[in-house]
T-cell receptor
């Protein structure tokens, strides 16, 4: 069966520090991968999606970036965090049947 | 263009009474529709999905939803609420181009 992992589960970082969140999927090949952010009271915002290694599409311009170095690995990064980057970050995968499967999420607090 | 509207941001029901969470969609094509549930500080879990088969879809934990094309609705129901159903629920629409649109969510409160 397929599983999706995210780490860390929680993170507290000062403004201006770098960020790296990791997502890995097991039990499937060539999945579509997604990063979402969920800020308080603002629903889910799609940040990036990837249909293959090295292929990244950005939905919202911001100081975040994403990379897919391996088929089942998706990384969200920032060189300098802003206060507005605080939120709950969710990784998801899908395989062309439309429904997405979500990881447990990372709670990021920027102080 | 596709869109989805969850008509209530908060719904409160007493334990043991029926649950109704409303969702309307707009789609140019035959959409796929989903309901997800999110408990606090957890990821989203797929409750059920409609993909042009039976219009009444049964999901996990006793939930079901009915696709009504004439009303462009996909409301989520459960006959008897349980305390563990307290969570946020998202209605989602997806079309052939794989774009997926989330509703803003409905927070379900269960009163003892």
């Amino acid at each position: 069966s397929q599983t999706i992992h995210q780490w860390p589960a929680t993170l507290v970082q000062p403004v201006g520090s770098p960020l790296s969140l990791e997502c890995t999927v097991e039990g499937t090949s060539n999945p579509n991968l997604y990063w979402y952010r969920q800020a308080a009271g603002r629903g889910l915002q799609l940040l990036f999606y990837s249909v293959g290694i090295g292929q990244i599409s950005s939905e919202v311009p911001q100081n975040l970036s994403a990379s897919r170095p391996q088929d089942r690995q998706f990384i969200l990064s920032s060189k300098k965090l802003l206060l507005s980057d605080s939120g709950f970050y969710l990784c998801a995968w899908s395989t062309g049947t439309y429904e997405q499967y979500f990881g447990p999420g990372t709670r990021l607090t920027v102080t | 263009a596709q869109s989805v509207t969850q008509l209530d941001s908060h719904v409160s029901v007493s334990e043991g009474t029926p649950v109704l969470l409303r969702c309307n969609y707009s789609s140019s094509y035959s959409p796929s529709l989903f309901w997800y549930v999110q408990h606090p500080n957890k990821g989203l879990q797929l409750l059920l999905k409609y993909t042009s088969a039976a219009t009444l879809v049964k999901g996990i934990n006793g939930f079901e939803a009915e696709f009504k094309k004439s009303e462009t609705s996909f409301h989520l129901t459960k006959p008897s609420a349980h305390m563990s159903d307290a969570a946020e629920y998202f209605c989602v629409v997806s079309e052939w181009n794989d774009k997926i649109i989330f509703g803003k969510g409905t927070r379900l409160h269960i009163l003892p």
